[in-house]
């Protein structure tokens, strides 16, 4: 299960990683985590009802963060819980074991077992949608951290005292290149000069509806706005992948994620910059790659995770 603050993404996953029942319903977090509970048990007996089967155990990812120890989610702001006993739950409730992670560690595990970083023990998962997540398999393990938190590569500090992230921080990748800081440096430029946004602001009816897809398309139909947008947000993303590679030292990146999904001219671009900014040994030996499993990483690494968890308890 992949679950976010708008949705909930339910499979029955086999052990090759196939789908062989799926639901998708949206999530209601305006309500209270009572509904929520009780549209996961729901979509969990709809998915098992549908294919005539019965599951090992329901493993969940979810937009937060998780205490591995009690699979209590500690802080998820878009379901608006904090210490939400989420394993204790679902398994009193499902009757099944329950394995909880982080949304995005569990879509890079799904790409490292069934997806674009089959094979490979190191790599790195950027995914770069509303926010920006990601995932670090080092010598073939999920590093985690002290407290289960590793891999916010989003959070990473690409330009001191710079634009203000939802984090504390200012200045972060996510702050400049994800979905929502590329809407607002869109609308900026717009408001700034109304002429070149002409485009934009058609596409999106009014400028506080531009958002990142509106400039993929913008893009597309040869916008020079959206061009140097597009640029602008590609060197900012080489600029943190940069900081990466030298850190972890990957034989593989995978790039993923709804902003990359829309427009994957943004890859070469990356490439391009990386390869002449990052340590000569940082990148001899690394291959940058579209992830392969699209908006289902989630519920195929969330599947998998929680069977490597069930048969070799940590
Ligand atoms: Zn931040």
Sequence with gaps: MDLGGSKIETALVNTDGGILASHHRSTHPEKNPDKVIADIVASTKICLREANQAAWGLGIGVAGQVDKLTGTVRFAPNLGWRNMPLRARLEEALGLPVVINNDVRAATWGEWRHGA???VDDLVCLFIGTGIGGGIISGGCLLKGC?????????????????????????CL???????????????????DPRAGQTLVALADDIQHISAATI?????????????????????????VVGIVNAFNPCLLILGGGVIQGLPEYIPLIERSVRANALETAVEHLRIVTAALGNKAGVIGAAALARSKIEEPL
Excluded: F, K
């Design 117 to 119: 970083g089959q094979g």
């Design 147 to 171: 407290y289960n938190s590793a891999g916010e590569l989003g959070h990473i500090t690409i330009i001191a005292s710079g634009r203000q992230c939802r984090c504390p921080n200012q200045g």
């Design 174 to 192: 996510e702050a400049y290149a994800s979905g929502w800081a590329i809407a607002e440096r869109a609308q900026e430029a717009v408001r700034a």
């Design 216 to 240: 993929s398309r913008a893009y597309s139909d040869g916008d020079s706005l959206a061009l140097r947008l597009m640029e602008e947000t590609a060197q900012y993303l080489a600029a943190g």
